[in-house]
């Protein structure tokens, strides 16, 4: 099939519904009514034509005047003045004029001043009232009073009001809720050169649009005519509910770990300076423990348990004097209240440090993806809260090659082919490496994390004994160069359009 013919077969059962109708300049109202269907599906169906090259559609807008809440009620009863003028079939007081024609007080009033400008009625005092009368102008005037045609004439387009209507229309604008200007679109089909030749084919009714298992049972399908798909035709965007591209990211990570048979570490995020720092072996007098890069709760002091206070006299040995572990330690003084110091934590190697003091059996591993604070000024690649991965393996038998086999199985698992060790340095971790990456795109090795053995002025404090803990941590940030995030702010942004049009983790 080839041209028009191609393009009768794809048409939608409403397409061929409202067709037959079409003519150049056609308005929808038309469309509506001739094709016997629902607006929105005559919509829908021009929608379709005009995608496929049949139509045109054309919106105009203009200003309408219509009627509004009185005047809805003025158009049935009749307007306040011409109730007025009716109900003067003889002299009437005002009190017998309100009660006969059905009048406010105020609208009363109102009708006083308007009829009297219009000299359709006169005013006389009565034994000290007021009496009403019609002039001959208003006997005239009572049965078409023009306010009263206009209203009832309503609505129509503003532009096409007589110099007349147009008064009569600014005026009524002045008075409360009686009209009101609104705007009408006015839509019409207009026939492109395939359109033309397209009304000129005969339409069938006899396509298949959906093929159900009756169809397929009774073999009723068989000879007839099946309606084409265009598959390149534009469809609506379907924003679907996922979760924020953050959380898939730290659902795969902890996907990977526990896979590898680790188990998850979960602690607060306010923790004390005794577990942040002092058990890591972080001398108290360390540029990190500064105001400057450590967010310290204000007049909060930690309160150590009755096993905490044993264990804070061996952190005291080990930071003074090496305690048992064979090192000299800081050779200064430990104060135990710099280590009651509450704060929120620094890294996630503070679960570590809870978590080994509390193992009870051996081997054991442990992970932990959390948030941890810095306190950084924040800009486009330093924030101060982030989440850092933590990972531990306790384990007699462990060395530094089991340490870059489970960050080779895990980084391999993120999708880096490539991937480097180096030789660093870290407080608590001896010997300590440094991860780096390939990246792909940017054709350079990136740092993404570091990695070590606990010393044993961590380990043997906290597990009473001196065994090899592999530990490694490393920040998420940079994993989300997989979502083009080039601005650490963006992560956290409430944008819809962003979180709708990021793709999915599919690593």
Request: charged letters at 30%; one cysteine or more; proline letters at 4%.
């Amino acid at each position: 099939m080839g041209g028009t013919e191609d393009l009768l077969a794809k048409l939608h059962p409403l397409e061929r519904k409202v067709l037959p109708f079409l003519h150049e300049g056609v308005s929808f109202e038309e469309l509506v009514e001739k094709s016997k269907n629902k607006p929105v599906e005559v919509m829908r169906a021009l929608q379709w034509m005009q995608n496929k090259g049949i139509i045109a559609i054309q919106e105009a807008t203009k200003d309408v005047a219509t009627l509004d809440k009185n005047g809805i009620d003025y158009a049935k009863r009749g307007l306040p003045e011409t109730r007025f003028l009716k109900a003067l079939t003889k002299k009437l007081s005002e009190q017998e004029l309100a009660k006969k024609a059905d009048l406010k007080k105020e609208e009363v009033n109102v009708c006083i001043g308007l009829l009297r400008r219009k000299n359709a009625i006169t005013i006389q005092k009565e034994n000290k009232k007021l009496v009403f009368a019609l002039t001959p102008e208003g006997e005239k005037i009572k049965e078409h009073l023009p306010e009263q045609e206009f209203l009832r004439a309503l609505p129509m387009p503003v532009d096409q009001l007589t110099s007349e209507e147009r008064f009569i229309y600014t005026d009524f604008l002045k008075r409360k809720n009686i009209v009101k200007k609104e705007t009408a679109k006015k839509i019409s089909a207009h026939l492109t050169e395939m359109g033309r030749k397209i009304i000129k084919e005969k339409i069938h009714d006899d396509y298949i649009d959906k093929l159900d298992i009756d169809m397929l049972k009774s073999g009723s399908w068989r000879g007839k005519k099946f309606r084409s798909y265009d598959v390149l035709a534009n469809v609506p965007k379907s924003y679907f509910g996922k979760k924020h591209f953050e959380n898939e990211v730290i659902d795969y990570v902890k996907k990977i770990w526990l896979e590898l048979g680790f188990q998850e570490m979960k602690g607060t995020m306010m923790q004390s300076a005794f577990w942040d720092l002092d058990c890591l072996f972080v001398p108290q007098d360390h540029p990190a423990r500064e105001m400057q890069d450590t967010f310290y709760l204000k007049n909060r002091q930690y309160q150590f348990s009755k096993e905490e206070k044993e264990l804070a006299k061996k952190i005291k040995a080990v930071h003074e004097n090496g305690w048992q572990t064979g090192s000299k330690g800081w050779q200064s003084s430990w104060n135990e209240d710099t280590a009651r110091k509450m704060l929120l934590r620094t890294h996630t190697t503070v679960l570590s440090a809870q978590t080994i003091s509390k193992v009870q059996q051996l081997p054991a591993k442990f992970f932990s993806v959390g948030k941890v604070f810095r306190n950084e000024a924040l800009d486009w690649k330093h924030s101060f809260e982030f989440y850092q991965v933590e990972g531990i393996v306790i384990d007699e038998h462990a060395n530094l090659q089991h340490l870059k086999g489970y960050l080779r199985e895990f980084y391999a698992k993120m999708g880096y082919d490539k991937i480097r060790m180096r030789p660093s340095h870290f407080p608590y971790t001896e010997p300590s490496l440094e991860v780096d990456v390939f990246h792909p795109v940017k054709k350079e090795w990136v740092e993404l994390g570091g990695s070590g053995i606990f010393r044993p002025e961590v380990v043997k404090p906290l597990l009473g004994k001196d065994v090899p803990v592999l530990a490694w941590g490393l920040g998420l940030g940079r994993l989300f160069d997989y979502f083009d995030i080039k601005d650490i702010r963006d992560i956290n942004r409430n944008d819809v359009k962003q979180l709708r049009s990021m793709k999915l983790w599919l690593k």
